[in-house]
């Protein structure tokens, strides 16, 4: 079992399978979900990207609202500013 674990995170440290499908395949091998993330080591890290979309469901916003954190007074102001104002 471990040399076919060696294998799918060789496959995965060079982008042959997908994610979904290393996780998969660990899974059906009968792997713990907390050691996955350490098979697969850095495999899955990506590079951070400048833009993007933020689609969030928060309820009790105002019209009036801006992202201006000086005008932050609701608890939705501050849930926005820390999702606009992330660094990831």
Do not use: C
């Not at 982008?15 to 660990?26: H, K």
């Not at 979900?33 to 309820?59: D, E, S, Y």
Request: glycine share 14%.
């Amino acid at each position: 079992m471990k040399t076919e674990l060696d294998y799918l995170a060789e496959l995965a440290g060079h982008g042959r399978i997908s994610r979904r499908a290393f996780l998969g395949r660990a899974a059906a091998l009968g792997v713990s979900a907390a050691m996955m993330p350490a098979l697969a080591g850095k495999a899955f890290a990506q590079t951070a990207v400048k833009g993007g979309i933020i689609k969030a469901g928060l309820q009790g916003g105002e019209s009036t609202n801006s992202l201006d954190p000086a005008l932050n007074l609701s608890q939705v102001t501050f849930s926005f500013g820390k999702l606009w104002g992330e660094y990831l």
